[in-house]
């Protein structure tokens, strides 16, 4: 069993921040192969394309996170927010470092006892710490405090999240669309603006559309991104790649007010469905936390 004064669940921008402030003892632990949650960049004839957060707030929050991670040169992308030519996972790993994190390690049930919270996983490892924080976009961590029969409130029930569905494309040749996409799409990201794949593309669907079409066939959905992208060119160029990728919680509809939450003794919830209902909530959440729990 591995001993730790405090485990976070889930290696985003809210528990690396929360990992870099806290002045104890800690271990995260991250389902994925890589950290950085939501932020997330994918290569293709090892060339990026930013498919997780494309943007985060522009706010002096952001930029100070940036700045104490050694990151500078953030753009800012038609006034609508921020991003870091060059990949945005440059941010979480720029974060992790230092950090003992575990990852591939999917935790499957929480148990309170007389030494803390005891945290079992999908692997050999278990995990004992004296205060335990859950990172995870909320449905998701309420799906965990359901398995292990954690009660919360009706509040923390009723968040949602928005979803997307998006299409990663790549083209034959260096090409700009030339006509406003439509309405049936949120964005149409060129990754060569980015330093990225310089054929690269992210097409995202409309918010509705994501919602109303994501549990549909994987080829009908990636067909009518394909779709809606060439139709943003006077002539539709060659595709050589497409890949669907689909994110299920991308931000709250709604959030509390709060910055985190304690569910049971020692065990809380934090994240970008507190406070700002962005990424902002996930960074002053997590600040604020450490300042509880040091």
Known sequence: MTKTDVLIVGAGLS???LAQKLGRKTILVEKSRGVGGRIATRRID???????????????MIRDLFREAGLGGAERANGSGLYLPGAMTQIPKAMARGLDIRKSTRVTSLRRTGQGWQVETDGPEVFQANDLVITAPLPQALELLDRSRISVTDELRSITYTKALMALI???????????FSSRLHSLL???ERGLHPRGFVVRASEDLSE???DQPEEQVLEFLRTEFLISFSTP??????ELKKWRYVLPKTHLSVPFAEVSESLWLTGDSFRYGDARGAIVGAELLAEKLN
């Open 15 to 17: 528990g690396l921040c």
């Open 46 to 60: 090892d060339m990026g394309l930013d498919h997780g957060a494309p943007l985060l707030p522009d706010d002096l």
């Open 170 to 180: 790549v083209t034959q040749d260096i090409v700009a669309p030339d006509r406003t």
């Open 190 to 192: 060129s990754m060569r």
């Open 212 to 214: 109303e079409f994501f």
């Open 237 to 242: 160029p060659d595709i050589t790649y497409q």
